[in-house]
């Protein structure tokens, strides 16, 4: 039931910016906690930012922050990551999930992570 397609992937050239998007069915991300995750190649599947149902505050990894901001438009049932002067070790692909937080971490909530949207950066 609970689908999140990510979309807005492509190829930048280093500096340049990009809007990846997730459009979700069969849950409400005004209800949610929502994140980013991204798995370059040969590397763990690792968290990138995340925003809270209610006050919409956010969190970023360290590599990020600055660069990226994640958002959303709950009339659209969407969340937003919008990268800015992207870097080549920013190249991956990106999924989203609804995420549960604990002790400044947050865990994805469903297993399913579906084709993600691949970000590839030139140098």
């Known amino acids: 039931q609970v689908q999140l397609v990510a979309s807005g992937g492509g190829l930048v050239q280093a500096g340049g910016s990009l809007r990846v998007s997730c459009a979700a069915s069969?849950?409400?991300?005004?209800?949610?906690?929502m994140g980013w995750y991204r798995q370059a190649p040969g590397r763990d599947r690792e968290f990138v930012a995340a925003?809270?149902?209610?006050?919409?505050?956010?969190s970023y990894t360290d590599s990020v922050k600055g660069r990226f901001a994640i958002s959303r438009d709950n009339a659209k049932n969407t969340v937003y990551l919008q990268m800015n002067s992207l870097k080549p070790e920013d190249t991956a692909v990106y999924y989203c999930?609804?995420?549960?937080?604990?002790?400044?971490?947050?865990?994805?909530?469903?297993?399913?992570w579906g084709q993600g949207a691949q970000v590839t950066v030139s140098s």
């Open positions: 999930n609804a995420v549960w937080g604990y002790s400044g971490r947050y865990y994805p909530t469903y297993d399913y």
């Open positions: 069969g849950l409400t991300i005004s209800s949610n906690a």
């Open positions: 925003i809270t149902p209610s006050s919409g505050s956010t």
